[in-house]
């Protein structure tokens, strides 16, 4: 079947704009994850979603940053005034629970604030 | 707090040699342990894991892991590395809280 999808892959925007991410889940899994992968930071959790449970925003680095995951599938991150500080690569994952945490990874969108 | 370390930022290694990629955690109790390999451009794929059991676990791509409950560690071994497996590499703990926390990567590079 499908995996988990992501765009854009590779987005450039200004220093100051508004950007939106967005994850596609493997269909039927539960659990939604973003991660973030800076150079020289390895790999830093953001956000998780859980079925209908308030999500996990304990990795938010600070409150431009948001997302959302509709209808218990598809999930927006957004980064308000970007800096750039911003530039990383942004994973998303997805898993079922009953696999034990076992998280399927998309290939990750780019981005890049100038 | 959960915690994992990868000493080795970056290994080379000639192709056919053996390999081993060192992994450390800090936990409480015993976690679930993986390793996942990044090749350049691509996102995570999951190489094995560890829930219980036997501490001994197979992966995929002849990949190999110990627990080591007494080391707290779980460290990576492939018997003869091939070309192919030149990417990077992140060990991961997830310890009750539904989330993963990765180490640092060891970026493996593979000479002919």
């Given amino acids: ?114 | 707090a959960q915690s994992v370390t990868q000493p080795d930022i970056h290994i080379t290694v000639s192709e056919g040699a053996s390999l081993e990629l060192r992994c450390n955690y800090s936990y409480g109790a015993t976690p679930y342990l993986f390793w996942y390999v990044q090749s350049p451009g691509q996102g995570l794929q999951l190489l094995l894991k560890y829930f219980s059991g036997d501490t001994l676990v197979q992966g995929i791509k002849g990949f190999e892991a110990e627990f080591k409950r007494s080391q707290s560690s779980f460290n990576l071994r492939k018997p003869s590395v091939h070309w192919s497996d030149a990417a990077e590499y992140f060990c991961a703990v997830e310890g009750g809280t539904d989330k993963l926390i990765f180490g640092t990567g060891t970026r493996l590079q593979v000479f002919p």
């Fill in chain 1, 1 to 114: 079947g499908a995996g988990v999808s992501q765009s854009p892959s590779n987005k450039v925007t200004e220093k100051g704009k508004d950007v939106e991410l967005r994850c596609d889940p493997i269909s039927g899994h539960t659990a939604l994850y973003w991660y973030r992968q800076s150079l020289g930071q390895g790999l830093e959790f953001l956000i998780y979603f859980q079925g209908n449970s308030a999500p996990d925003k304990s990795g938010l680095p600070s409150d431009r940053f948001s997302a959302e995951r509709t209808g218990g599938s598809v999930s927006t991150l957004t980064i308000q005034r970007t800096q750039q500080e911003d530039s990383a690569v942004y994973l998303c994952a997805s898993s079922l629970l009953e696999s034990y945490n076992e998280q399927f990874f998309g290939p990750g969108t780019r981005l890049t604030v100038l």
